[in-house]
Protein backbone atom coordinates (compact mmCIF):
# COMPACT_ATOMS: atom_id res chain seq x y z
CA UNK A 1 0.00 0.00 0.00
CA UNK A 2 1.42 3.87 -0.93
CA UNK A 3 2.48 5.84 1.75
CA UNK A 4 -0.82 7.54 2.92
CA UNK A 5 1.37 10.11 5.61
CA UNK A 6 3.76 11.15 2.63
CA UNK A 7 1.86 11.80 0.16
CA UNK A 8 -0.16 14.16 2.90
CA UNK A 9 -3.13 11.68 2.98
CA UNK A 10 -5.62 10.18 0.32
CA UNK A 11 -8.98 10.93 0.76
CA UNK A 12 -11.98 8.37 2.00
CA UNK A 13 -13.26 8.08 -1.22
CA UNK A 14 -10.20 6.41 -2.82
CA UNK A 15 -9.45 4.43 0.33
CA UNK A 16 -13.18 2.91 -0.51
CA UNK A 17 -12.84 2.26 -3.54
CA UNK A 18 -8.84 1.91 -4.85
CA UNK A 19 -6.13 0.53 -3.22
CA UNK A 20 -2.96 1.85 -4.08
CA UNK A 21 0.39 0.09 -4.73
CA UNK A 22 3.74 0.80 -5.86
CA UNK A 23 5.13 4.07 -7.69
CA UNK A 24 5.00 3.85 -11.10
CA UNK A 25 6.49 6.92 -12.12
CA UNK A 26 6.34 10.79 -11.23
CA UNK A 27 6.92 14.76 -12.57
CA UNK A 28 6.79 18.00 -11.06
CA UNK A 29 3.06 18.08 -10.23
CA UNK A 30 2.07 14.40 -10.34
CA UNK A 31 2.93 10.90 -9.21
CA UNK A 32 1.38 7.96 -10.65
CA UNK A 33 0.80 4.62 -8.88
CA UNK A 34 -0.21 1.11 -9.90
CA UNK A 35 -4.11 1.16 -7.99
CA UNK A 36 -6.53 -1.94 -7.87
CA UNK A 37 -10.36 -1.24 -8.27
CA UNK A 38 -11.52 -3.54 -5.46
CA UNK A 39 -14.72 -3.87 -6.43
CA UNK A 40 -13.52 -5.00 -10.05
CA UNK A 41 -9.89 -6.18 -9.46
CA UNK A 42 -8.58 -4.67 -12.32
CA UNK A 43 -5.33 -2.62 -12.62
CA UNK A 44 -5.73 1.27 -13.14
CA UNK A 45 -2.88 3.49 -13.38
CA UNK A 46 -3.98 6.39 -10.61
CA UNK A 47 -2.45 10.05 -11.11
CA UNK A 48 -2.19 12.19 -7.94
CA UNK A 49 -2.35 15.90 -8.78
CA UNK A 50 -1.27 18.32 -5.70
CA UNK A 51 -4.00 21.12 -6.21
CA UNK A 52 -1.87 24.05 -4.80
CA UNK A 53 1.31 23.25 -6.88
CA UNK A 54 -1.43 23.80 -10.29
CA UNK A 55 -2.85 26.68 -8.91
CA UNK A 56 0.25 28.05 -7.76
CA UNK A 57 1.42 28.20 -11.44
CA UNK A 58 -1.79 28.72 -12.99
CA UNK A 59 -2.52 25.36 -14.58
CA UNK A 60 -5.88 24.66 -13.54
CA UNK A 61 -7.55 25.70 -17.27
CA UNK A 62 -4.66 22.41 -18.43
CA UNK A 63 -5.99 20.41 -16.17
CA UNK A 64 -9.48 20.44 -16.74
CA UNK A 65 -8.89 20.61 -20.64
CA UNK A 66 -6.96 17.81 -19.94
CA UNK A 67 -9.88 15.89 -18.32
CA UNK A 68 -12.62 16.73 -20.72
CA UNK A 69 -10.11 15.94 -24.14
CA UNK A 70 -10.43 12.03 -22.15
CA UNK A 71 -13.99 12.08 -21.53
CA UNK A 72 -13.91 12.82 -25.11
CA UNK A 73 -11.60 10.38 -27.28
CA UNK A 74 -13.07 6.95 -26.11
CA UNK A 75 -10.91 4.95 -29.14
CA UNK A 76 -9.04 1.84 -28.75
CA UNK A 77 -5.42 3.32 -29.46
CA UNK A 78 -5.80 6.38 -26.73
CA UNK A 79 -5.40 5.56 -23.32
CA UNK A 80 -8.97 5.79 -21.44
CA UNK A 81 -9.49 7.41 -18.62
CA UNK A 82 -11.92 5.81 -15.70
CA UNK A 83 -12.60 8.45 -13.56
CA UNK A 84 -11.78 11.11 -12.12
CA UNK A 85 -12.07 11.89 -7.86
CA UNK A 86 -10.93 14.70 -5.91
CA UNK A 87 -10.15 15.42 -2.10
CA UNK A 88 -9.35 19.06 -0.39
CA UNK A 89 -6.19 19.05 -1.60
CA UNK A 90 -5.59 16.29 -4.87
CA UNK A 91 -7.21 15.16 -7.94
CA UNK A 92 -6.79 11.93 -8.48
CA UNK A 93 -7.07 10.44 -12.48
CA UNK A 94 -7.92 6.40 -12.54
CA UNK A 95 -6.69 5.76 -15.90
CA UNK A 96 -6.37 2.53 -18.19
CA UNK A 97 -3.15 0.64 -16.92
CA UNK A 98 -1.01 0.08 -19.95
CA UNK A 99 1.35 -2.49 -19.43
CA UNK A 100 4.19 -2.74 -21.82
CA UNK A 101 5.69 0.44 -21.22
CA UNK A 102 6.34 3.51 -23.65
CA UNK A 103 6.81 2.84 -27.68
CA UNK A 104 10.35 4.89 -26.62
CA UNK A 105 11.89 2.27 -24.68
CA UNK A 106 11.42 0.13 -28.17
CA UNK A 107 13.15 2.61 -30.09
CA UNK A 108 15.86 2.59 -27.37
CA UNK A 109 17.49 -0.21 -28.34
CA UNK A 110 16.88 0.34 -32.18
CA UNK A 111 15.50 1.41 -35.13
CA UNK A 112 12.11 -1.08 -36.01
CA UNK A 113 11.94 -3.01 -39.20
CA UNK A 114 9.49 -0.80 -41.84
CA UNK A 115 6.78 -3.57 -41.60
CA UNK A 116 6.79 -3.68 -37.64
CA UNK A 117 6.92 0.41 -37.89
CA UNK A 118 3.76 0.52 -40.37
CA UNK A 119 1.24 -1.23 -37.62
CA UNK A 120 2.51 1.25 -35.15
CA UNK A 121 2.10 4.44 -37.42
CA UNK A 122 -1.33 2.89 -38.48
CA UNK A 123 -2.52 3.01 -34.84
CA UNK A 124 -1.17 6.43 -34.07
CA UNK A 125 -2.62 7.71 -37.19
CA UNK A 126 -6.19 6.24 -36.40
CA UNK A 127 -6.09 7.72 -33.19
CA UNK A 128 -4.84 11.25 -34.21
CA UNK A 129 -7.85 11.32 -37.25
CA UNK A 130 -10.52 10.12 -34.70
CA UNK A 131 -9.45 13.31 -31.91
CA UNK A 132 -9.20 15.38 -35.25
CA UNK A 133 -12.47 14.88 -36.15
CA UNK A 134 -13.54 15.58 -32.55
CA UNK A 135 -11.76 19.10 -32.94
CA UNK A 136 -9.13 17.88 -30.79
CA UNK A 137 -5.94 18.88 -31.12
CA UNK A 138 -3.18 16.60 -29.61
CA UNK A 139 -0.17 19.02 -30.14
CA UNK A 140 3.08 17.22 -28.14
CA UNK A 141 2.88 13.72 -30.04
CA UNK A 142 6.34 12.11 -29.41
CA UNK A 143 7.21 8.22 -28.91
CA UNK A 144 7.01 8.84 -24.64
CA UNK A 145 3.41 9.73 -25.56
CA UNK A 146 2.81 6.38 -27.21
CA UNK A 147 2.48 3.50 -24.91
CA UNK A 148 1.79 -0.27 -26.06
CA UNK A 149 0.10 -2.82 -24.16
CA UNK A 150 0.39 -6.51 -23.69
CA UNK A 151 -1.01 -7.34 -27.10
CA UNK A 152 1.51 -4.67 -28.88
CA UNK A 153 -1.43 -1.78 -29.74
CA UNK A 154 -0.17 1.48 -29.66
CA UNK A 155 -1.71 3.71 -27.01
CA UNK A 156 -1.69 7.61 -27.23
CA UNK A 157 -1.89 9.51 -23.74
CA UNK A 158 -0.50 13.05 -22.47
CA UNK A 159 -3.40 15.41 -23.22
CA UNK A 160 -1.81 18.17 -21.45
CA UNK A 161 -1.21 20.58 -24.05
CA UNK A 162 -4.48 19.77 -26.26
CA UNK A 163 -6.12 22.60 -27.69
CA UNK A 164 -10.18 22.47 -28.97
CA UNK A 165 -11.20 24.01 -32.37
CA UNK A 166 -12.50 26.57 -30.00
CA UNK A 167 -9.27 27.70 -29.17
CA UNK A 168 -8.57 29.10 -32.93
CA UNK A 169 -8.29 32.40 -33.51
CA UNK A 170 -10.80 34.53 -35.83
CA UNK A 171 -8.10 33.84 -38.52
CA UNK A 172 -9.01 29.76 -37.79
CA UNK A 173 -5.58 29.21 -36.39
CA UNK A 174 -4.12 28.27 -33.24
CA UNK A 175 -1.58 30.56 -31.32
CA UNK A 176 0.06 28.56 -28.54
CA UNK A 177 3.64 27.86 -28.94
CA UNK A 178 4.10 24.44 -27.15
CA UNK A 179 4.97 21.12 -27.64
CA UNK A 180 8.58 19.19 -27.58
CA UNK A 181 11.27 21.34 -29.96
CA UNK A 182 12.69 18.26 -31.76
CA UNK A 183 9.13 16.99 -33.05
CA UNK A 184 6.90 20.49 -33.52
CA UNK A 185 6.03 21.81 -36.49
CA UNK A 186 7.88 24.67 -37.86
CA UNK A 187 4.68 27.25 -38.15
CA UNK A 188 3.93 26.57 -34.18
CA UNK A 189 7.90 27.76 -33.75
CA UNK A 190 6.82 30.83 -35.80
CA UNK A 191 4.49 32.18 -34.25
CA UNK A 192 2.16 33.16 -36.75
CA UNK A 193 -0.83 30.85 -35.93
CA UNK A 194 -1.25 27.07 -37.32
CA UNK A 195 -3.41 24.02 -38.29
CA UNK A 196 -3.10 22.19 -35.19
CA UNK A 197 -4.10 19.04 -37.44
CA UNK A 198 -1.46 20.02 -39.82
CA UNK A 199 0.98 20.47 -36.70
CA UNK A 200 0.03 17.11 -35.43
CA UNK A 201 1.06 15.61 -38.67
CA UNK A 202 4.06 17.11 -39.01
CA UNK A 203 4.85 15.36 -35.14
CA UNK A 204 3.69 12.08 -36.74
CA UNK A 205 5.96 12.40 -39.57
CA UNK A 206 9.19 12.71 -37.08
CA UNK A 207 8.10 10.02 -35.01
CA UNK A 208 8.01 7.73 -38.14
CA UNK A 209 11.05 9.04 -38.79
CA UNK A 210 12.73 8.20 -35.67
CA UNK A 211 10.74 4.32 -35.63
CA UNK A 212 12.29 3.58 -39.03
CA UNK A 213 16.21 5.79 -38.44
CA UNK A 214 16.75 5.20 -34.16
CA UNK A 215 17.36 8.98 -34.42
CA UNK A 216 15.84 12.10 -35.19
CA UNK A 217 15.27 14.02 -38.12
CA UNK A 218 16.74 17.45 -36.84
CA UNK A 219 19.49 17.68 -34.48
CA UNK A 220 21.83 19.87 -32.87
CA UNK A 221 23.25 20.95 -29.81
CA UNK A 222 21.67 24.31 -30.28
CA UNK A 223 18.32 24.55 -30.47
CA UNK A 224 18.60 27.58 -32.49
CA UNK A 225 20.53 25.93 -35.32
CA UNK A 226 17.82 22.68 -35.04
CA UNK A 227 15.19 25.08 -35.05
CA UNK A 228 16.74 26.29 -38.25
CA UNK A 229 16.75 22.79 -39.58
CA UNK A 230 13.16 22.55 -38.97
CA UNK A 231 12.59 25.84 -40.73
CA UNK A 232 13.86 24.59 -43.84
CA UNK A 233 12.90 21.04 -43.30
CA UNK A 234 16.80 20.26 -43.57
CA UNK A 235 17.14 16.38 -42.61
CA UNK A 236 18.06 13.29 -44.82
CA UNK A 237 16.72 9.71 -44.80
CA UNK A 238 18.88 6.82 -44.31
CA UNK A 239 19.65 4.64 -47.11
CA UNK A 240 17.73 1.16 -45.53
CA UNK A 241 14.32 3.67 -45.75
CA UNK A 242 12.38 1.99 -48.67
CA UNK A 243 11.57 4.43 -51.36
CA UNK A 244 7.83 4.51 -50.30
CA UNK A 245 9.08 5.25 -47.02
CA UNK A 246 10.99 8.01 -47.86
CA UNK A 247 8.07 9.74 -50.36
CA UNK A 248 5.61 9.64 -46.91
CA UNK A 249 8.10 11.22 -44.82
CA UNK A 250 8.95 13.99 -46.96
CA UNK A 251 5.47 14.97 -47.61
CA UNK A 252 4.71 15.05 -43.66
CA UNK A 253 8.18 16.89 -42.93
CA UNK A 254 6.85 19.39 -45.46
CA UNK A 255 7.71 22.90 -43.68
CA UNK A 256 4.95 24.27 -45.81
CA UNK A 257 1.89 23.26 -43.67
CA UNK A 258 -0.54 24.39 -46.90
CA UNK A 259 1.27 21.32 -49.13
CA UNK A 260 2.00 18.85 -45.95
CA UNK A 261 0.23 15.77 -46.65
CA UNK A 262 -3.40 15.34 -44.91
CA UNK A 263 -4.95 12.30 -43.12
CA UNK A 264 -6.40 11.54 -46.75
CA UNK A 265 -2.98 11.90 -48.27
CA UNK A 266 -1.60 9.32 -45.50
CA UNK A 267 -3.70 6.92 -45.51
CA UNK A 268 -3.85 6.78 -49.44
CA UNK A 269 0.01 6.06 -49.40
CA UNK A 270 1.07 2.79 -50.94
CA UNK A 271 3.38 2.48 -47.73
CA UNK A 272 0.95 2.86 -45.46
CA UNK A 273 -1.56 0.72 -47.19
CA UNK A 274 0.43 -2.38 -46.65
CA UNK A 275 -1.33 -4.76 -44.50
CA UNK A 276 0.79 -6.62 -41.94
CA UNK A 277 -0.11 -9.78 -39.67
CA UNK A 278 -1.40 -8.92 -36.72
CA UNK A 279 1.17 -12.03 -35.38
CA UNK A 280 4.09 -10.28 -36.49
CA UNK A 281 3.65 -7.16 -34.15
CA UNK A 282 2.53 -9.51 -31.46
CA UNK A 283 5.49 -11.89 -31.47
CA UNK A 284 7.74 -8.80 -31.78
CA UNK A 285 6.15 -6.90 -28.70
CA UNK A 286 5.90 -10.52 -26.38
CA UNK A 287 9.96 -10.53 -26.26
CA UNK A 288 9.97 -7.45 -24.40
CA UNK A 289 6.46 -6.33 -23.00
CA UNK A 290 7.93 -8.66 -19.90
CA UNK A 291 11.41 -7.40 -19.84
CA UNK A 292 9.85 -3.26 -20.09
CA UNK A 293 7.25 -4.46 -17.41
CA UNK A 294 9.32 -6.11 -14.60
CA UNK A 295 12.06 -3.83 -15.08
CA UNK A 296 10.11 -0.50 -14.46
CA UNK A 297 10.56 1.61 -11.25
CA UNK A 298 10.13 5.27 -10.10
CA UNK A 299 12.18 7.14 -12.39
CA UNK A 300 13.95 10.26 -10.94
CA UNK A 301 14.34 13.07 -13.57
CA UNK A 302 13.68 10.93 -16.60
CA UNK A 303 11.18 10.82 -19.11
CA UNK A 304 7.83 8.68 -18.11
CA UNK A 305 4.71 8.05 -19.54
CA UNK A 306 2.75 9.30 -16.98
CA UNK A 307 3.76 12.73 -16.78
CA UNK A 308 1.04 15.33 -16.02
CA UNK A 309 1.60 18.98 -18.11
CA UNK A 310 4.27 20.44 -19.69
CA UNK A 311 6.13 21.62 -16.62
CA UNK A 312 7.00 17.86 -15.94
CA UNK A 313 9.36 15.99 -16.98
CA UNK A 314 7.60 15.38 -20.51
CA UNK A 315 9.58 18.48 -22.06
CA UNK A 316 12.47 16.32 -23.92
CA UNK A 317 14.77 19.35 -23.23
CA UNK A 318 17.87 17.36 -22.35
CA UNK A 319 20.07 19.03 -25.51
CA UNK A 320 19.37 22.48 -23.55
CA UNK A 321 20.81 21.60 -20.70
CA UNK A 322 23.74 19.72 -21.07
CA UNK A 323 26.77 20.94 -20.21
CA UNK A 324 29.36 21.60 -23.00
CA UNK A 325 32.70 19.54 -22.58
CA UNK A 326 34.82 22.63 -22.61
CA UNK A 327 36.62 25.13 -19.63
CA UNK A 328 35.55 28.36 -21.77
CA UNK A 329 31.15 28.30 -21.97
CA UNK A 330 30.11 31.02 -24.09
CA UNK A 331 26.50 30.03 -23.17
CA UNK A 332 24.16 28.78 -20.93
CA UNK A 333 20.76 28.32 -21.37
CA UNK A 334 17.71 27.64 -18.44
CA UNK A 335 14.03 27.33 -18.08
CA UNK A 336 11.80 29.20 -16.16
CA UNK A 337 8.04 29.01 -15.29
CA UNK A 338 7.97 32.96 -15.83
CA UNK A 339 6.30 34.48 -19.08
CA UNK A 340 8.57 36.00 -21.38
CA UNK A 341 7.79 39.73 -20.68
CA UNK A 342 8.88 38.58 -17.00
CA UNK A 343 11.86 37.73 -18.44
CA UNK A 344 12.88 40.52 -20.53
CA UNK A 345 12.12 42.71 -17.42
CA UNK A 346 14.51 40.87 -15.13
CA UNK A 347 17.04 41.37 -17.90
CA UNK A 348 16.52 45.19 -18.19
CA UNK A 349 17.00 45.15 -14.58
CA UNK A 350 20.49 43.55 -14.80
CA UNK A 351 21.24 45.90 -17.81
CA UNK A 352 20.37 48.76 -15.58
CA UNK A 353 22.53 47.72 -12.47
CA UNK A 354 25.50 47.49 -14.98
CA UNK A 355 24.76 49.95 -17.13
CA UNK A 356 24.62 48.11 -20.06
CA UNK A 357 22.70 49.44 -23.49
CA UNK A 358 19.36 47.40 -24.12
CA UNK A 359 17.95 46.52 -27.44
CA UNK A 360 15.06 44.15 -27.10
CA UNK A 361 11.85 42.13 -29.06
CA UNK A 362 9.25 40.13 -28.13
CA UNK A 363 12.16 37.36 -28.02
CA UNK A 364 14.84 38.54 -28.22
CA UNK A 365 17.81 40.90 -25.39
CA UNK A 366 20.61 42.33 -26.59
CA UNK A 367 22.99 43.43 -23.54
CA UNK A 368 25.90 45.39 -24.71
CA UNK A 369 28.45 47.16 -22.16
CA UNK A 370 29.72 50.92 -22.81
CA UNK A 371 32.87 50.27 -22.09
CA UNK A 372 35.64 48.67 -23.96
CA UNK A 373 36.97 45.58 -22.84
CA UNK A 374 39.82 43.50 -24.07
CA UNK A 375 38.47 42.50 -27.05
CA UNK A 376 35.63 45.54 -27.51
CA UNK A 377 32.45 45.96 -25.73
CA UNK A 378 30.76 43.21 -24.02
CA UNK A 379 27.56 41.88 -25.96
CA UNK A 380 25.07 39.11 -24.77
CA UNK A 381 22.15 37.87 -26.42
CA UNK A 382 19.41 36.34 -24.81
CA UNK A 383 17.24 34.55 -27.29
CA UNK A 384 13.38 33.75 -25.41
CA UNK A 385 11.34 30.67 -26.54
CA UNK A 386 7.33 30.27 -25.32
CA UNK A 387 6.60 26.47 -24.74
CA UNK A 388 3.92 27.29 -23.01
CA UNK A 389 2.19 30.60 -21.93
CA UNK A 390 4.01 29.51 -18.42
CA UNK A 391 7.38 27.55 -19.76
CA UNK A 392 9.83 29.55 -21.15
CA UNK A 393 13.59 28.23 -22.28
CA UNK A 394 15.88 31.14 -22.25
CA UNK A 395 19.41 30.91 -24.57
CA UNK A 396 21.76 33.06 -23.38
CA UNK A 397 25.30 33.84 -25.21
CA UNK A 398 28.06 36.10 -25.83
CA UNK A 399 27.36 38.14 -28.87
CA UNK A 400 31.34 39.88 -28.94
CA UNK A 401 33.87 40.76 -26.26
CA UNK A 402 36.01 38.81 -24.27
CA UNK A 403 34.81 35.24 -23.28
CA UNK A 404 36.51 35.42 -19.50
CA UNK A 405 34.88 38.63 -19.21
CA UNK A 406 30.96 37.08 -20.51
CA UNK A 407 31.84 34.61 -17.99
CA UNK A 408 32.44 36.60 -14.29
CA UNK A 409 29.06 38.83 -16.30
CA UNK A 410 27.47 35.73 -16.20
CA UNK A 411 28.90 34.03 -12.45
CA UNK A 412 29.16 37.68 -10.71
CA UNK A 413 25.63 39.44 -12.43
CA UNK A 414 23.61 37.71 -14.76
CA UNK A 415 22.71 34.00 -12.59
CA UNK A 416 22.53 35.84 -9.41
CA UNK A 417 19.91 38.07 -10.59
CA UNK A 418 18.24 34.86 -12.37
CA UNK A 419 18.20 32.87 -9.69
CA UNK A 420 14.78 33.80 -8.50
CA UNK A 421 13.01 32.44 -11.85
CA UNK A 422 14.80 29.77 -13.02
CA UNK A 423 12.92 26.42 -13.36
CA UNK A 424 13.29 24.49 -10.18
CA UNK A 425 13.19 20.66 -10.77
CA UNK A 426 12.09 17.80 -8.37
CA UNK A 427 15.74 17.44 -7.04
CA UNK A 428 15.69 21.12 -7.02
CA UNK A 429 18.45 21.91 -8.82
CA UNK A 430 18.10 25.64 -10.45
CA UNK A 431 21.32 26.52 -11.95
CA UNK A 432 21.67 27.83 -15.15
CA UNK A 433 22.64 25.11 -17.44
Known amino acids: ?62 IKREISVMK ?35 IAKGRLREDVARVYFQQLISAIDFCHSRGVYHR ?3 PENLLLDEDGNLKVTDFGLTAFSEHLKQDGLLHTTCGTPAYVAPEVIGKQGYDGAKADLWSCGVILYVLLAGYLPFQDDNMVAMYRKIYRGDFKCPPWFSPEAR ?15 GITKITSSSWFKKSVPKTLIRKDEQEQTEENFTK ?138
Open 296 to 433: SKPPAETLNAFHIISLSEGFDLSPLFEEKKREEKEEMRFATSSTASSVISKLEEVAKAVKFDVKKSETRVRLQGQEMGRKGKLTIAADIFAMTPSFVVVEVKKDNGDTLEYNQFCRKELRPALKDIVWTSPTGNSTPA
Open 247 to 261: RLITKLLDPNPVTRA
Open 72 to 106: MVKHPNIVELHEVMASKSKIYFAMEFVRGGELFSK
Open 140 to 142: DLK
Open 1 to 62: MADKGRDGGYSSLLDGKYELGRLLGHGTFAKVYHARNLRTGKSVAMKVVGKEKIIKVGMTEQ
